[in-house]
């Protein structure tokens, strides 16, 4: 090519740059906006996460959870609560004898509870007798 058929075709070589000019713009306008929407969905659920959190934060923290974790004393008889020792915001206890249904009410009892459990041992000592040993904190 030389340089008089450049001359010649100037302004079309003007107008289809302008065009690659302008398909990038949009090309990258719409990425732009994409990832703007993707970052504000993703702000909307981390606001939801710490809004649930502080939620249950206040359960936890609640002065009315010491009562409500002595009420796990009352689920069976008296006689097979081996040992029960609530201290400051810590529960340490342990069952014996206890049938498969007053496992199950025991179990749900405490699961249904906002505690953090850090440990828990079910034993079966013989058929359809059960030890409960557990350790939560609130």
């Not at 719409?30 to 929407?37: D, G």
């Not at 097979?80 to 020792?85: A, E, M, Q, R, T």
């Amino acid at each position: 090519m030389n340089l008089m058929t450049l001359q010649r075709y100037k302004n079309e070589i003007i107008l289809l740059l302008a065009l690659l000019f302008v398909m990038g713009a949009f090309l990258y306008k719409l990425n732009a906006s994409s990832y703007v929407e993707e970052n504000k969905a993703r702000t909307q659920q981390q606001i939801a996460e710490i809004t649930a959190i502080n939620k249950y934060k206040s359960q936890w923290d609640g002065k009315g959870m010491p009562k409500k974790v002595k009420a796990l004393k009352t689920v069976v008889d008296a006689s097979k609560v081996k040992s029960f020792s609530p201290k400051s915001k810590k529960l340490v206890a342990s069952y014996v004898n206890l049938t498969a249904d007053e496992l199950y009410k025991l179990n749900n009892k405490l699961m249904s509870m906002p505690v953090q459990i850090i440990s828990l041992k079910i034993i079966e000592s013989s058929k359809n007798i059960y030890s409960m040993e557990f350790t939560c904190k609130w």
